[in-house]
């Protein structure tokens, strides 16, 4: 059989990086079920024609074909044609049409699921990588203060994992409705357009981003200038008085349009709520979030609120959690289903951790008591002891040859395995469970019962902790 | 937007089902991890080649294009082309392989994951679906007793889940040089044939095994008979000396092939690890073993023990628990690895579970506690008082409109929320997290203080549990 390397953009982990990505995930569905959000699995395929109809990632779907189906099938399936989902969105949105009947609203769930896309793989960037994401989906309509919730649920599962090694976070949100109001203000109301170019500004630069405005939007100079230091702005509540400012300003050098009144109330309901966010925000969370006003998210289904997050020292890894407020998340005609949701970007976050060393794991099996077996015809003795442990929670696993006590010992220390495990005399009648446990850390070797000995909580089941001074 | 129809082979659960499935992959992980199994995850995809290397449903193999590859991109692509793992064993043998220098053998995994098949779907049978696996993979050698082992692990995993109502689970079990042997003995020498044949027991009938038998491998007669009698073969260890009795009978109507002594030393040693087993797994789990030997498992890599298993009283649905031992579980000429694995179903139990209201779940959010608002000027107060009991691990959730306090009381009924927070006067200073709790199911409500009020133990998380007299 050839070699085998790995596939580039499909990360896989290690037994015990394993560990650390099952505590992340872990953690991270305990702060979003304490916050009352229901788990949701949906399937891996959507139909192709669902996937195609939002979004610019959709060029990059992964399409199913059945190796094996016969000419017939393979026209009937080219119909129905199924593909991977590149998000955790379009399934749900899906799901929630196709359930509407049996949930209820407002349904907050949570997901957590493998997504694919068929990008080129770059460093923190993926062909499969886990997402875990929030929603809150509403029947009509959706209270604004669940914009708030979702950010600061995202933040906080974020931040329950700084105990795993990862940095601080910080959420930069914005508005979409202040965006639109502001091109709007000041005369670019192809605002799906300058809000694309303006989300290239990291990667094409100020320069880019005003050759852009300027040649496929006739953008005047006043404009371009307004655009660029709308997106320089970051900060707390002061922001939004600055935003005011430089709209004035701008507007002033733009001819009258007759949107200007309608324009304005936009930008204003914007500022009310981006001050609402950020204040609440700042009251429950101090530091979490920030105002940035060049996120603009490339989707443009958004129509609220949107979240970008970064490791503060790690921005070049781009954002780890973003989302935001769509008015129509779903909608099968007679009914419209608004949402808002955040999506945190599990595998890069894991990648960097593993990357950077910056999580340490205690063992790379669960086991934490391994038993010894002193001769073949003991096996029975050693396998009852570790029943024992097994029966009261202790995982525990026996030596699968009866070599040396010595060999047995490396055993468990390649594996990080803390105790070890000697039976006493398998002579005596079956269900002798007294025998001694060695700490291997410390070699302390005491009398134990199997029936009652219990391991240091700590050491019970692997530990994942920060790792002491990156 | 099109109308929604579920997609046949690929089930989804409902927020509460999906709470089951969640506890029953806690479990089954749990009880894996208490034998010392660590935990693996696997990419989805592996290249087409690898999947179509081995057994029988490499047919059902989906394949993935990237939909907007370029033509060189494509034809690269068609080279290394990928496909859905429709097993978890390839994969791990891949893993294996890949990671060889970095494992410690005999290594031991477990790993919960769906896969993908592109069959035609039918009752317990999906083109999406859950497997749970655990296996050993040793460096060169593996000894026979961890085919016990899996045996068990396997069998402890489905027996804690009668808690959440699965009925009793039998594990069926035979050995594959004890089927080679007794094939042999009896003057078949083309064994993988002869094995997919007498699998195919249970669709065909014992007239089709007969003529299939004679037919394709010129089977005599009493050869035949042999192979149905032994087919019949069911129970504890005295079916060792009716299977030597058997091979006895049907030796003495053959010709001589010269095979004899090599055939009955297989035969023998077969004989012998299934007695062993029978009796471990008697001795450690009495009633969860059986010899079954008409299990054959299709796949023919297989080479000592073989499980098969099924729900008592639902034997219609199949195996939901199937594996075996494998001399060559991964090979890369200069190392082979056995391996020895078993993989529970974790979708056909599941739907059998909901299809037959086996099990039942107290709610269908994790919620515990719903705060009301009095109005949304106390909103922060309510939520202050959901923060606390969040802090302390008690799932909460804040109404998301005051309305009439009846209308938030329903919103907790219809979820299944054991109970609603009324918060005290918003107008005393913040923090003021004292009101009462009303549990909704008994009427009963009294006063509470957010930061030390614990609800019921039982009622903390949802509960899953076996229904009443389904």
Redesign the interface.
């Known amino acids: ?1 050839a ?5 580039s953009g ?6 015990e990086q ?2 650390v ?2 505590r992340v995930l872990e953690r991270i569905a305990h702060t979003f ?13 959507e ?2 024609e669902r996937l195609l ?1 939002k979004g610019e990632t959709s ?11 016969t000419e017939g099938e393979a026209a009937a399936d080219q119909k129905d044609r ?3 989902h590149f998000d955790l969105t379009v399934p749900f949105a ?2 929630v ?3 509407a009947g ?3 609203f ?1 349904f ?2 949570y997901q957590i699921q ?1 997504v ?1 896309r ?1 990008e080129r793989p770059q460093e923190g960037r993926f062909r ?1 990588f886990w997402q875990a994401d929030i929603d ?1 989906v ?1 029947d009509g309509e959706l ?1 604004f ?2 914009e708030v919730d979702v950010a600061l649920v995202a933040g906080r599962a974020l931040a329950a994992l700084a105990e795993f090694g990862l940095p601080e976070v910080r959420i930069l949100v914005n508005n979409r409705r202040l965006a639109e109001g502001f091109y709007r203000t000041i005369g670019l109301g192809d605002v799906a357009e300058t809000l694309r170019i303006v989300d290239k500004l990291a990667k094409i630069g100020a320069d880019g981003v005003a050759a852009a405005l300027r040649e496929r939007l006739g953008a005047s100079e006043a404009a371009i200038q307004a655009c660029l230091a709308l997106a320089e702005l970051r900060g707390g509540v002061e922001v939004l008085e600055q935003v005011r400012a430089l709209a004035q300003r701008a507007r002033a050098d733009e001819p009258a349009t007759g949107d200007e009144d309608a324009a304005q109330a936009l930008l204003e309901q914007g500022l009310g709520e981006l001050g609402s966010l950020l204040r ?1 925000c700042e ?2 969370a101090p530091g979490l979030v920030q105002a940035d006003l060049s996120v603009a998210r490339g989707l443009d289904y958004y129509t609220g609120s949107v979240y970008e997050t970064v490791l503060v020292g790690h921005e070049g890894l781009g954002s780890i959690c973003s989302g935001g407020r769509y008015d129509a998340l779903a ?3 007679g009914r419209t289903f608004p949402g808002v949701g955040i999506s945190i970007g599990v595998s890069r976050v894991l990648s960097r951790l593993f990357a950077q060393d910056l999580v340490s794991v205690s063992r ?4 934490a008591v391994l038993v010894a077996v002193t001769d073949e015809a003991g ?2 003795h050693s ?1 009852a002891v570790a ?1 024992a442990l ?1 029966a009261r ?5 026996v030596t ?2 009866a070599a040396k006590f010595g060999k047995q010992i490396r055993y468990a220390d ?2 990080g395995i803390p105790f070890v495990w000697f039976p006493g005399d398998s002579t005596t009648e079956a269900g002798d469970l007294i025998g001694q446990v060695k700490d291997i850390r410390s070699g302390e070797q005491v009398d134990a019962d199997a029936t009652t000995w219990e391991p240091p909580a700590a050491d019970r ?1 692997p530990s994942v902790s920060a790792a002491s001074a990156g």
């Open positions: 059989m070699r085998i390397a790995p596939l499909f990360p896989e982990w290690l037994p394993r560990i990505e099952q079920e304490l916050h009352g959000f229901a788990s949701v699995h949906t399937r891996a395929v139909p192709l109809s060029k990059e779907v992964y399409v199913l074909d059945r190796l094996q189906a199924l593909g991977l899906r799901y049409l196709e359930n049996k949930l209820t407002p907050k769930r493998p694919w068929g499969e809150v509403g209270p203060h669940l609440e009251r429950r909608s099968d005609g790379s099996v669960p086991t096996r029975a396998t029943d097994r929670g202790i995982p525990a696993d699968p040859n390649r594996r089941w």
